[in-house]
């Protein structure tokens, strides 16, 4: 299957900057990719009776797919840094 995602390098500035800002709004704070779905390198999470995270154990490095994240290595240059 055609990798349909648009060249970082073909987006106006505008369309760049709507790119981080997305970005921004869906990075895990586990591992730093953007996506949609549960992380995929949570193998599993502990929750505190109020709910908050207790603790969190990850797949060895390696032994996680990447399919699906977006990095911020795959954007264009941010034109606001």
């Known amino acids: 299957m055609a990798d349909l995602s648009p060249d970082p390098a073909d987006l106006t500035p505008d369309e ?6 997305l970005f921004r709004e869906h990075r895990c704070e586990h591992c730093g990719a953007a ?3 549960a992380c995929p390198r949570v193998r ?3 929750f505190h009776e109020n709910g908050r995270i207790a603790s969190v154990e990850f797949w060895p490095d390696g032994k ?3 399919i699906g994240l977006q990095w911020p290595e795959d954007l264009p240059p941010d034109p606001d840094a």
């Open 64 to 66: 996680w797919p990447d």
């Open 16 to 21: 760049a900057r709507e790119a981080w800002a």
């Open 44 to 46: 599993r999470l502990q």
């Open 35 to 37: 996506h949609s779905r």
